[in-house]
């Protein structure tokens, strides 16, 4: 039985009356930039998330760099950063100028280890960036006490985690920023790109809203260089529907990913571990294994979805040869690159196909 790692045609049916209705009133109304459905999203993420703003960006990249410029990063500074996450948490930064600091991992979570961080700081740093990388929220506390004793700023990469939880908290709201993209594979995904930016701080609202318009706050004259980064109207009509649907598709991922923890429990499959301070939300549902070749080759001949969430850590990626990193370095980084596999866990997965997935994963890895 084929079964995708994805597949947005099929959550697209449940509500496609919905979702052309609000298409076609952008259509009809003609406000294709910052529309009425902006601000409408805006104010609905914030108010989900537990903040008090939300800034509307055309990416999920996009709002990374632009929160790195309102905390005022820039060329020469430091940004501590998690070795092991999607590119753009370390991009953005190297775009700036800035140099990104990359600390290892947790080896169970995958996420920022904070009983490592200080030792990485400078006097040159200025913010700390975690990623709650999979739909699990990185340990906040100790990372907002190390930023507090060092004067940092910290940004969340929530871009997989939006409605994930830490402690009585939602992701994104927790630090100083809190970043989310809209990318179509995530929890909550446009038809095409799109991001946003959390704040409760009223500077560093105007700073995103200016930034995101060429750096204006009067038509053509610009207090600061900005970019254009606006999230299209059309996207937050689509995306202001699919926020109805999101707590359910977010527990039906923790159903399905709880019947996996089930089937894998007794075997040599590492699960995801989900810590008690964490409602996580999967994004993705990721095992480690040691055969992972053959595992990859059996669900490939099966027609079975799967990805690799990511191959290379960042200090082996090319891009920072010159920045002189060993292989070992990083060690549970380097162990996770080599060992993650993530498996179908999207809402609409069907038992059968569950049931299929689990039976070809653990004859080859259990």
Known sequence: MAVPLLDLKRQYATIKNR??????KVLDHGLFILGPEVAELEGKIAVLS????GIGVA?????????????GVGAGDEVIVPDYSFISTTTVVSRLGAKPVFVDIEADTYNLDPNIIEAAITPKTRAIMPVHLFGQTADMNPILAVAKKHGLAVIEDAAQAIGAGYKDKKAGAIGDLGCFSFYPSKNLGGIGDGGMVIVSREEYRDMMKMLRVHGWTRKYDPDVVGYNSRLATIQAAALCVKLDYLAGWSEARRVHAAKYDAAFAATNIRIPVAKDYAYHIYNQYTIAVENREELMAALKE??????????????????YADMGYQAGDFPASERASTSVVSIPVFPELTE???DEVIAVVKAVSA
């Open 302 to 319: 099966k027609n079975i979805g799967y990805d690799i969430y990511y191959p290379i850590p960042f200090h082996q990626l090319k891009c």
């Open 19 to 24: 979702m052309d209705a609000a298409v076609m």
């Open 50 to 53: 537990g903040a008090r703003y």
């Open 59 to 71: 990416s999920g990249t996009d709002a990374l760099l632009l929160a790195l410029r309102t905390v």
């Open 352 to 354: 059968a196909e569950q």
